[in-house]
């Protein structure tokens, strides 16, 4: 019983509610205008769609990007709610209701997820809670085998479904109630996802100390976020950031920090050794936390977080509690491909195979903490909060 | 034992007299953790006194800082006052502590507690001891209790005896305290007020006094008394200099003070001494504390009897059903363990069937076979002792004038140790037996005979059912998902789940090759080549020597396990832990098979301290090699000394992954699974 009530506080902690539901930030400087121009784009054999979004939201695409999204800011946002008589017209497609989601810039993926399975709670029309249940399992089902390759999505899909056979069994007799209950919570997960950030931020800024230089690999919205904080409690520090190819992410992540003011060095990726001897710290994102502890993130960050290990770097890793999946790679080899397109600018010999894949996965060893919104917690601690959330 | 223990606890005073003192000595912990003086002062005060008697001295000294109780009469005791004037924090923060460690502690008794057994055969031989065993019992973890019972001579038992009535006499009213405890607290009584007051005077310059005086007297009242004056002093010396020096003024105020206070103690103390010994006191503090002790004794089949500790052997000996024989040429290192006695006793054991009237027939034969190595496995001797005990269960009737609850499990305990004699208990067997214990232990007492029996008879196979086997399906389906086409997997010795696992992967179609590396002098290996291969299974087999060599190629290891320890080490058969390593170093993924009824909370770093030996003779000879006959006659030879062990402990690094019911676990979640399902799994 008593463990019981400890996954149940957990639980709580996951859904912790906020206010009214989350809404992209309107601040957000970028909608990139590609995702509108096409609508709902099925994930093409092998190319990872997980990977087309971040490359859509976090990357430079051209040289004048920000005049672009600016532009489509002011054009204002794709309607934000669902359309209402899509439902009634046309059979609901959960993955339309997700990918519908998924455009917005500032919603994380695992948000998506939830909203899109909020929105068949809402539309389905079952009447007792198995029955629903069953309907939601497929709908995640559905999701999680759209796009294989994203992490957040399925550990999103998971934690939700997760918390529907938690709340049908223990609390609610009255089914209306709890369906009500149901999508008030998955509504309101946005408003989490949101604190979860700026937890992580407020934890993370205290490892960064006057006169530091943190090494940034990829873009990560929490990373940001972390950084801005710092900056904004008056922190003197560098950053050094990589390249990022193909997507660039560096560029996007590199602008943001000098608006704020924040000295930046742009680095190829290639140079992440060279410069390591002047870095104090590396601070990268994740797209995944897996049981073992490790991260998969972006290609490039096992190689980083090694470089760093051997030289005695400490490597932080800052993400979302709702990015822990129930995965366990022993190699990197071990996961789904996630692959995309590359492109290297010049055409390239016949003959010559091209490693497409998007991420790597960094073992726990090479990591020295996570910065998490259940606090900062050593890899291994990763796998018991999985085991109580999931067992 | 008791030999060795006196030196080494008279070698560090210091230690005794900080964490906490002498029968009269638990007052002191409490100035202690008030008194404006140092810690250190307070130590050497300690140090420097002489107690009253030397008796009472030296077991106070005896005990190390692990055995520390907690200060019960601290907590409660100094309830009142303890927020307001605690000028050491450190100190307060450390009883803080200790009261937190003492309710928990209830609490968890409260939860595990079985009923009282009242059968003396486990108590130890010497009364005094035994009786401070008991006492003590319920400041300790649950671990090691025994060791600090019999780590007391007889003759220091009575100190313990009297800290602890010390300690309940604050601690709830209802902890009864023993007859001893009074007695002796009545007798120092006398004395205290004078001596007390001289020390006390002389405290406030140099901290000497205060531990040795206040050590002699005991209650509630003269140490609050004491309390109160050095709080007031306290404050007198802040109001006096800023606190730096406490003045000549500021120790007369707290002589004044203490003397007042005097006056209210020799009443109080009297009023204590009846309340704290009522004679009906120590029968029923027999009755609550020393069910868990006792239980906890049998719950754990004690792995870890010491096999060079002579007393203990010898009295093993004697209850022995097993003909023992020394065995010769022991490795010094090793000696602690069961030594590995040769198959002589086989036929003799055979022969006193008739005589081992209360053994239960299946039993035996599982004991049997346990001795002849016809069954061998983690699993398989679990199962084989289950199915043993459900038909002892199912012949059992209870005895006129007995309960079933307390007789079924005496019976069980005695069958265990008839399975020890024949070999060693697993892990995983203890746990099962703690699990069954619980079971009949947790029978209500409405119910008749037949629906225990039945009762029992179903949750045996409810665990077999879900904690083997099913258990192996859910690791085999995990383990799947990690073998891919073209993998090249190595297997070490004879593991029952990694035979399943080859075996479904290769029913689902998965294209692989599996080496099996083996190892004399058991070759269980060949075993699993054979059914592998027959099966259909593309199969490798070498020797262990070739590991090196054969690593390379090879994408993922896949080894069983015995136990997997809550640090998590992973106990296994003996060659394991070389596996493991050769494949870290090559980094190939280990990937460890094991069910969660193995995991065990212990904590091992070595092979050394707990371990099994074999028959030492089956590795001097090779089967089929007459002329390999250089160590024929080993055991003659003083000089010479062979090592068979069965087991060994692979260190968490060298481990991947675990996989077990509850899914894929990297080997640092051990403690987690041990945590959240322990009490899950003892009570289904």
């Known amino acids: ?391 | 034992m008791d030999m060795r223990r006196p030196p080494r606890t008279v070698s560090d005073p210091k230690v005794r007299q900080v964490g906490f003192v002498t029968p009269s000595g638990a007052p002191p912990t409490r100035s202690l953790s008030d008194a404006p003086t140092t810690v250190a002062a307070v130590a050497s005060a300690a140090s420097a006194s002489s107690p009253p008697s030397g008796e009472i001295s030296l077991p106070g000294s005896s005990l190390s800082p692990v055995m520390i109780p907690p200060p019960r009469h601290a907590s409660s005791d100094g309830r009142p006052s303890a927020p307001v004037a605690v000028p050491n924090p450190a100190s307060s923060l450390r009883r803080e502590s200790l009261r937190i460690r003492v309710g928990s502690y209830n609490a968890s008794e409260v939860v595990l507690g079985t009923p009282p057994s009242a059968s003396p055969s486990s108590r130890t031989d010497n009364a005094a001891s035994e009786f401070s065993e008991e006492t003590m019992s319920p400041w300790h973890g649950r671990s090691g209790t025994a060791k600090v019972a019999s780590s007391f001579p007889g003759s220091t038992s009575e100190m313990i005896v009297m800290k602890t009535g010390v300690g309940g006499g604050g601690g709830a009213g209802s902890t009864p305290k023993s007859p001893l405890t009074t007695a002796s607290v009545v007798k120092t009584l006398p004395g205290i007020s004078e001596k007390e007051r001289e020390v006390l005077m002389g405290t406030q310059n140099d901290g000497a006094g205060v531990s040795k005086t206040l050590k002699e007297k005991t209650t509630k009242a003269e140490r609050r008394a004491v309390q109160e004056a050095q709080r007031a002093a306290k404050a007198a010396a802040k109001e006096a200099g800023a606190g730096v020096k406490p003045s000549a003024a500021s120790g007369s105020a707290v002589v004044a003070n203490t003397k007042q206070g005097k006056i209210v103690k020799p009443p109080s103390q009297k009023k204590d001494g009846p309340q704290i010994a009522p004679p009906s006191g120590s029968s029923e503090k027999k009755v609550v504390d020393r069910p868990p002790e006792k239980d906890r004794k049998k719950d754990v089949p004690a792995p870890r009897m010491q096999f060079d500790d002579k007393h203990r052997v010898e009295k093993a000996k004697r209850r022995a059903v097993v003909n023992q024989f020394e065995a010769k040429n022991r490795v010094e290192l090793f000696r602690h363990l069961p030594q590995y006695i040769h198959g002589t006793q086989l036929p003799d054991l055979e022969g006193k069937f008739f005589q081992l009237d209360p053994m239960h027939p299946s039993v035996y034969k599982v004991g049997l076979q346990y001795l002849s190595g016809q069954i061998s496995g983690g699993n398989a001797r679990c199962i084989a002792m289950l199915l043993a005990f459900r038909e002892a269960i199912r012949d059992y009737s209870t005895p006129p004038e007995k309960a079933l609850v307390r007789d079924l499990t005496a019976k069980i305990s005695s069958y265990v140790s008839f399975l020890i004699e024949c070999r060693p208990l697993s892990i995983s067997m203890g746990n099962t037996i703690k699990f069954l214990k619980n079971r009949i232990a947790k029978l209500p007492d409405t119910m008749s005979e037949s629906e225990a029996k039945y009762s029992l008879q179903s949750d045996i196979d409810r665990f077999i059912n879900e904690k083997i086997v099913i258990a192996d399906k859910v690791i085999i389906r995990h383990a799947v998902t990690k073998i891919r086409d073209g993998d090249v997997l190595l297997t070490y010795g004879l593991s029952s789940v990694v035979e399943m696992i080859l075996v479904y992967a290769h029913e689902v179609g998965k294209q692989f090759r599996v080496v099996i590396v083996d190892s004399r002098p058991k070759l269980e290996g060949q075993v699993l080549l054979h059914r592998l291969v027959a099966k259909g299974l593309n199969c490798t087999y070498t020797h262990i020597n070739a590991i090196s060599y054969i690593m390379h190629e090879v994408t993922r290891v896949f080894l069983g396990a015995a136990s997997v320890l809550s640090n998590g080490t992973v106990y296994s058969r003996v060659g394991t832990a070389c596996v493991a390593m050769v494949a870290n170093a090559f980094r190939v993924p280990v990937l460890i098979c094991c069910e969660a009824y193995k995991f065990h909370e212990r904590v091992q770093l070595d092979s050394i301290c707990s371990n099994e030996l074999g028959d030492p003779d089956v590795i001097s000879k090779v089967s089929g090699r007459q002329d390999l006959n250089h160590l024929d006659n080993w055991a003659d030879n003083e000089n010479l000394q062979l090592l068979n062990l069965s087991y060994d402990a692979t260190p968490s690094d060298y481990v991947s992954m675990i996989i077990t019911d509850y899914g894929m676990l990297p080997p640092s979640s051990v403690p987690v699974i041990v945590r959240e399902y322990r009490r899950e799994n003892l009570w289904i």
């Not at chain 1, 909203?115 to 809670?129: E, P, Q, W």
């Not at chain 1, 629903?132 to 994203?150: F, G, M, N, R, V």
């Not at chain 1, 129930?326 to 003959?351: C, H, M, N, S, T």
């Not at chain 1, 790597?360 to 959330?389: A, R």
Request: a negative charge; hydrophobic letters at 40%; glycine letters at 6%.
């Open chain 1, 1 to 391: 019983m008593r463990h019981v009530t400890r996954k149940e506080r957990r639980e709580i902690r996951f859904f912790r509610c906020g206010g009214a539901t989350s809404r992209p930030n309107a601040d957000a400087p970028t909608s990139s205008p590609d995702s509108i121009m096409e609508p709902n784009p099925k994930p093409n054999h092998g190319i990872s769609a997980y990977y087309q979004t971040r490359a859509e939201h976090h990357a430079i695409i051209s040289g004048d990007w920000l005049s672009q999204a600016q532009a489509a800011a002011a054009a204002g946002h794709p309607p934000e709610e669902p359309p209402a008589s899509a439902a009634a017209s046309k059979p609901f497609s959960v993955i339309d209701e997700f990918n519908h989601w998924r455009r917005k810039p500032d919603l994380a993926e695992a948000v998506a997820a939830i909203m899109a399975l909020v929105a068949g709670i809402r539309s389905s029309d079952a009447t007792t809670m198995m029955e629903l249940e069953i309907e939601l399992k497929k709908a995640s089902d559905a999701l999680k085998s759209w796009d294989t390759t994203s992490i957040s999505l399925s550990a999103g899909c998971d934690l939700f479904m997760r918390y529907v056979t938690r709340t049908s069994a223990l609390e609610y007799d009255d089914f209306h109630a709890a369906k009500l209950r149901l999508i008030e919570r998955g509504e309101k997960f946005g408003e989490i996802s949101l604190k979860a950030r700026r937890t992580i931020a407020m934890l993370g800024q205290d490892f960064i100390f006057d006169g530091c230089t943190i090494l940034v690999h990829g873009f990560s919205r929490v990373v940001l976020e972390v950084l801005k904080l710092a900056a904004s409690n008056r922190k003197l520090f560098r950053v050094f950031c990589t390249e990022g190819r193909p997507d660039k992410t560096g560029l996007r992540l590199s602008k943001e920090l000098a608006t704020l003011g924040i000295p930046v060095k742009l680095l190829i990726d290639s140079a992440v050794a060279y410069a390591m001897d002047e870095v104090d710290m590396v601070l990268v994102g994740a797209d995944g936390v897996v049981e073992s502890g490790g991260v998969i993130n972006m290609m490039g960050t096992y190689q980083t977080a090694l470089v760093a290990h051997s030289m005695n770097k400490p490597v932080y890793v800052a993400a979302e509690s709702y990015k822990f999946a129930r995965l366990y790679p022993l190699d990197q080899k071990d996961l789904e491909p996630a692959l995309r397109l590359i492109e290297f600018g010049v055409p390239i010999p016949a003959g010559v195979e091209i490693e497409k894949s998007a991420r790597d996965y960094t073992p726990p060893q090479y990591l020295t903490l996570l910065f998490t919104d259940l606090g900062v917690l050593t890899p291994s601690v990763v796998s018991d909060e999985l085991i109580q959330l999931y067992l």
